[in-house]
């Protein structure tokens, strides 16, 4: 893929995160990988979605976080994208917001349990909350600790199952195979967080969805013998 056609994917999937009122001003950033490269193209810092343009985005490498091509300072959270991307192999996508509800469960730092099948076909279990991060990593290097919240968080979790974090104090991240689905887990991410506050409002002993409807409704989406929508 050449440059040009990662920074269009990605500005896409940026501009859809307005579309789906998912930010306000600056608040948010989306990126999109090519793993053949070893580079990703991010939104730049600061810069209104009202006057983003597809060649404000900048291309940045995995490695090093050095930009590539841009003249623009690439966003602020580069970091935990790019740690994310080297942690988890086969996402192509990120999306970092902070969507209202999302964002009040990372506030809280509470994971969102899993209370209904509308959740549990977009994530397999709990969405679950990193831990807080500590002084001295943010004095270390306080972005790409945010990424290494996540990866801790994920040691006995897969990233594919679910695709979708909060981070404590923070807010949310969600990822996909492409910058557009990472927007899309993105949305749903927001919807799922909207859904266990007012169910936990309605009832504030609820309990989780018990686990053998959990199964069946995301084994029935993604599991190999999955069958819902068309082939």
């Given at each position: 893929?050449?440059?040009?056609?990662?920074?269009?994917?990605?500005?896409?999937?940026?501009?859809?995160?307005?579309?789906?009122?998912?930010?306000?001003?600056?608040?948010?950033?989306?990126?999109?990988?090519?793993?053949?490269?070893?580079?990703?193209?991010?939104?730049?810092?600061?810069?209104?979605?009202?006057?983003?343009?597809?060649?404000?985005?900048?291309?940045?490498?995995?490695?090093?976080?050095?930009?590539?091509?841009?003249?623009?300072?690439?966003?602020?959270?580069?970091?935990?994208?790019?740690?994310?991307?080297?942690?988890?192999?086969?996402?192509?996508?990120?999306?970092?917001?902070?969507?209202?509800?999302?964002?009040?469960?990372?506030?809280?730092?509470?994971?969102?349990?899993?209370?209904?099948?509308?959740?549990?076909?977009?994530?397999?279990?709990?969405?679950?909350?990193?831990?807080?991060?500590?002084?001295?990593?943010?004095?270390?290097?306080?972005?790409?600790?945010?990424?290494?919240?996540?990866?801790?968080?994920?040691?006995?979790?897969?990233?594919?199952?679910?695709?979708?974090?909060?981070?404590?104090?923070?807010?949310?991240?969600?990822?996909?195979?492409?910058?557009?689905?990472?927007?899309?887990?993105?949305?749903v991410l927001e919807e799922m967080a909207r859904m266990a506050y007012l169910t936990k409002t309605l009832s504030p002993n609820v309990q989780p969805l018990?686990?053998?409807?959990?199964?069946?409704?995301?084994?029935?989406?993604?599991?190999?013998?999955?069958?819902?929508?068309?082939?």
């Amino acid at each position: 893929m050449s440059y040009l056609e990662l920074k269009r994917e990605a500005y896409e999937a940026n501009m859809e995160l307005q579309t789906r009122n998912l930010i306000i001003y600056t608040w948010g950033n989306v990126s999109q990988v090519d793993r053949d490269k070893n580079v990703m193209a991010i939104k730049p810092s600061g810069v209104p979605y009202e006057s983003l343009k597809p060649e404000h985005l900048v291309i940045v490498d995995l490695e090093n976080n050095n930009t590539v091509e841009g003249d623009l300072r690439p966003s602020s959270d580069t970091k935990t994208h790019t740690h994310l991307y080297r942690h988890f192999e086969t996402i192509g996508g990120v999306t970092h917001t902070h969507s209202t509800y999302a964002t009040a469960w990372a506030q809280a730092q509470c994971a969102i349990p899993c209370y209904g099948t509308t959740h549990a076909d977009f994530a397999y279990g709990e969405v679950p909350c990193t831990a807080i991060i500590t002084d001295e990593q943010i004095e270390r290097d306080y972005e790409n600790e945010t990424g290494v919240q996540i990866t801790n968080t994920f040691e006995a979790l897969n990233a594919e199952e679910v695709p979708m974090v909060i981070v404590a104090g923070h807010a949310p991240f969600t990822w996909g195979k492409n910058a557009a689905q990472s927007v899309y887990h993105a949305v749903v991410l927001e919807e799922m967080a909207r859904m266990a506050y007012l169910t936990k409002t309605l009832s504030p002993n609820v309990q989780p969805l018990k686990q053998s409807i959990v199964d069946k409704h995301y084994q029935r989406k993604h599991g190999n013998n999955a069958y819902y929508g068309q082939k």
